[in-house]
């Protein structure tokens, strides 16, 4: 029973930048593996990012490689997805989601790996 609260959302022109913060309580954070995922109205929740609950690797989604980043602080209790160069097809809600398993030496790139999820923030992007 998790909770996690997202923030960093906003409005942002296309070429712009966003750092996006999700911080978590309820648990031991330090040991899930933490998620990023998407949602653009109309369309199926999209796996983002991830990063193992160590933090010394990550997964990034071939569309937003290069230009998004995942990284974790455990001393914070938190998760970040820094995104530049963002573009219009990157408008959606971003969700924040903890790894099934403490201490998960398993995948951590799909839906069926995360568990607790936030409640979102706006991304909008125009241009």
């Known amino acids: 029973q998790p909770q996690l609260v997202e923030s960093g959302g906003g409005l942002v022109q296309a070429g712009g930048s966003l750092r996006l913060s999700c911080e978590i309580s309820?648990?031991?954070?330090?040991?899930?593996?933490m998620g990023w995922f998407r949602q653009a109205p109309g369309k199926q929740r999209e796996f983002v990012a991830g990063?193992?609950?160590?933090?010394?690797?990550?997964y990034i989604i071939n569309s937003v490689k290069g230009r998004f980043t995942i990284s974790r602080d455990n001393a914070k209790n938190a998760v970040y997805l820094q995104m530049n160069s963002l573009k219009p097809e990157d408008t959606a809600v971003y969700y924040c989601?903890?790894?099934?398993?403490?201490?998960?030496?398993?995948?951590?790139?799909?839906?069926?790996?995360?568990?607790?999820w936030g409640q979102g923030t706006q991304v909008t992007v125009f241009s």
């Open positions: 989601a903890v790894g099934n398993e403490e201490y998960s030496t398993g995948s951590y790139d799909s839906l069926k790996d995360f568990g607790s």
């Open positions: 309820g648990i031991t954070f330090s040991l899930y593996a």
């Open positions: 990063i193992s609950w160590a933090g010394d690797t990550t």
